[in-house]
């Protein structure tokens, strides 16, 4: 059976809280703005609060979306950043003020 769109936001959100419970977790794109398709992907934007995101904890966050798109058959786009790099290095870029405007912070 499909999950619905909250059942996935709270997987996503729950998944994410069991590694970092301070980590920042934000809907952005089509599902965000409630214009999503069958084929729709989810964007999430990870944001943690250590300085430095090393290889292997993006890839734990990663793994662990993916682990969700398999439960839900649903592609999901993962950005994994921290909350400095973030802030300081994509301030000024359309991603960064897109999800600015239309994030959901989970």
């Not at 996503?12 to 069991?18: N, Q």
Request: charged share 35%; proline share 2%.
């Amino acid at each position: 059976m499909s999950k619905t769109k909250k059942e996935i936001l709270h997987l996503i959100k729950k998944k994410i809280s069991e590694k970092d419970k301070n980590a920042e977790v934000i809907l952005f794109g089509s599902q965000a703005r409630n214009e999503e398709t069958e084929n729709s992907d989810w964007d999430v934007l990870i944001l943690l609060n250590s300085s430095n995101i090393s290889r292997e904890t993006e890839k734990l966050f990663r793994e662990l979306m993916f682990e969700i798109e398999l439960e839900t058959e649903k592609p999901i786009s993962t950005f994994v950043f921290s909350k400095q790099e973030w802030h300081d290095k994509h301030l000024h870029t359309p991603l960064y003020d897109n999800i600015k405007k239309e994030g959901i912070l989970l």
